[in-house]
């Protein structure tokens, strides 16, 4: 009976330790959330207030209501990121598929050809992108910038992907053969619903990627028309220097999708990353 | 009949060849074609004119350009402090999560949140909370009595090195936990038990127990990890700008200015290319290192 309660009191005290570390170390975000919410005065009181004490929500009134400015900078990384994150699906189910269930020569070489491009150095691609989409008259394009976040993406959706098709029973396309599909029909009818929760990892992933971008929209955009809110986010710096207050509110509404896709897929998430660079 | 016994024939390449394709135009040449730039003199003058080759001219000018060697050495800090303490903090926390108590995994997924951040928000952050004169770094560190007058963190050439990687630190804290514990977690429980009736304590099971088996894992995540930290970008540009002067300035920060506000394409090919060799010589060494694992 003592042994019960002495676990208890351990996992408790246990329990209590993880969310005292837990608050320490997510305490950026919420020193994000909470200097948005002050106005310009209470920015620099000494000591700093570590509860705003006057909330104000003129950061985000003025950043988004009075100037919308920034709404064009939200809506073109929502383009991007959608944009990489269908374009990487598009590409990677089929190519996951047929490195899981179909018989192919030199598979191996594919996949270690998948784990080495992760490891390139993102500035690596911009310059030899840069000269092609300039030739190509795609400098400032949509187009240029979802490539471009495709080709981070897409390694690691095939590879996160893969184990998804392999765990399907077998026969499965036999069976669907037999009923007189062939096989596209059946991977598309069959095959892709059985993989749902793999494609919403690897989307969520995707989206993520595309609308955190920073390197190429720097390098691959001149024209603050096209450029996302990552650029926007910079821009500010330069031009708001101390005004931290509107800064914030920025950065914390360029965060929410992050935090909201977060809370809504977290257990595919840390799956994901985990099958992502592990595997094979 | 023909037809459909050729598409069953050949389909599985069908349905890898657009991805294969992509990959193709868009990652495998870029790298060619960034090795071709490193040896002729694109700028953005002639960029649609006639280049000439050059031969190792780039290299040459680069290497004995001072800022080149700058940069290598802050990128060997940056990694190298990153890493160590990435690892061991992530580490730490791993084996205290691996331990069941309410509320765990929920717990383990949100500190993802800061890996999962877009870096230039965390670097917007970081760069608020390290401010001289209002940061709350500063604040914190003064009120424990660590420090007595505020540091001016990103802005002076001793410590803006310092302050870029306890940023990154912290970005990359998570995803060393995350991957450690998932290794602890399919680790057999019985060769424990087996340790506990031979008494063994708790030290002995993890250096005779956990680290050898945890191994492969522990070499593919320090592999993983020091190819990223290298490649690390846009949070130094945002933070400090690979300021002041060059005391911050990465290798990819370097090939940025040579490339995009200089506009010498070919010389910041140079680096890039130089990059990908020391990144291709550690994923050798990680190779040579799981043979020799084998082999045993």
Known sequence: ?280 | MAFSKFINKWSGYFFILPGLLFMIFFLVFPIFYNFLLSFQNVTLLNLNGEHAFVGFANYVTIVSDGTFAVSFQNSVIFTFLCIVFQFCIGFALALYFNRKFPGRDFMRSILLLAWMLPTVITATLFKWMMAGDYGVVNYFLQSLGILDKPIYWLTEAKTALYGTIIANIWIGVPFNMVILLAGLQSLPEHLYEAAKIDGAGRFRQFVNITLPLLRPTILILLMLGIIYTFKVFDLVLIMTGGGPVNASTLLPIYAYKLAFTQYDLSLGATVASIMFMILVAIAMVYLWFMRKEEQL
């Open chain 1, 1 to 280: 009976m003592t042994g019960v309660r002495k676990n208890k009191y351990v996992t408790i005290s246990r329990t209590f330790i993880a969310v005292l570390f837990t608050m320490a170390f997510l305490f950026p975000i919420y020193w994000m959330i909470a200097t948005s919410l002050k106005p310009t005065s209470d920015l620099f009181a000494n000591p700093p207030h570590l509860f705003p004490k006057n909330v104000s929500f003129a950061p985000y009134a003025d950043n988004f209501v009075k100037n919308q400015e920034m709404l064009g900078y939200m809506l073109n990384s929502f383009i991007i990121a959608s944009g990489t994150m269908i374009l990487t699906l598009i590409l990677a189910a089929p190519a996951a598929y047929g490195l899981a269930r179909q018989s192919i020569r030199g598979k191996a070489l594919i996949l270690i050809l998948l784990l080495a491009t992760q490891m390139l150095p993102g500035i690596m691609l911009s310059m030899p992108f840069f000269i092609a989409f300039s030739k190509m008259q795609l400098i400032n394009s949509y187009p240029a910038l979802i490539i471009a976040n495709t080709t981070h993406s897409l390694p690691f959706a095939i590879l996160v992907l893969r184990p998804y098709f392999l765990t399907l029973p077998g026969g499965l396309e036999e069976a669907a053969l037999i009923d007189g599909s062939n096989k596209f029909n059946a991977f598309w009818r069959i095959i892709l619903p059985l993989v749902k929760p793999g494609l919403l990892t690897v989307g969520a992933f995707c989206f993520l990627w595309g609308w955190g971008d920073f390197l190429f929209a720097l390098t691959l955009t001149t024209n603050e028309l096209i450029r996302p809110l990552s650029l926007g986010l910079y821009k500010f710096i330069g031009e708001y220097g101390t005004e931290w207050n509107n800064l914030m509110a920025v950065a914390s509404v360029a965060a929410l999708p992050i935090i909201l896709v977060f809370f809504g897929l977290q257990k595919y998430i840390v799956g994901g990353l985990v099958s992502g660079s592990m595997k094979d």
